[in-house]
């Protein structure tokens, strides 16, 4: 690999507790490009998709991972077992209101649902 630097052994443990590799990532690659990895492995079965690697966190030792950051800088070595095999959390966010809804919404006239009548 790149530098001389040992390839870095990854699998991905999804929301339902199914696992996505494991497989092995020079320490130069992005966290970006792991998401992108996730998206195009991502088990057609599932319920809950994610659309673009935005849709998805990566959560390692507890913290959440930059998108520009390397898979290297990235890492938590203590309590790493040489040669093993890390394993990353893969959150979806869930899906965001569309702007333009809100807008409507705020912007629709209040419908009453109740009357009052006064004697």
């Known amino acids: 690999m790149a530098g001389g630097k040992e390839p870095i052994e ?3 443990r999804l929301f339902d507790g199914t696992d996505i590799g494991p497989s092995k990532y020079d320490p130069s690659t992005t966290v970006s490009a792991l998401k ?6 991502w088990p057609q079965d599932k319920e809950i998709t994610p659309k673009t690697v935005n849709d998805l966190k990566l959560i390692n030792a507890g913290r959440i991972l930059e998108n520009n950051r390397t898979l290297a800088e990235s890492r938590v070595p203590v309590g790493e077992v040489p040669g093993g095999v890390i394993t990353m959390h893969v959150v979806v966010r869930p899906p965001q209101p569309d702007k333009n809804s809100e ?5 629709s ?3 009453n649902r109740c009357g009052c009548t006064i004697l």
């Open 10 to 12: 990854v699998k991905f």
């Open 36 to 41: 992108e990895f996730i998206l195009a492995r």
């Open 103 to 107: 807008k409507q919404l705020a912007n």
């Open 109 to 111: 006239p209040k419908q």
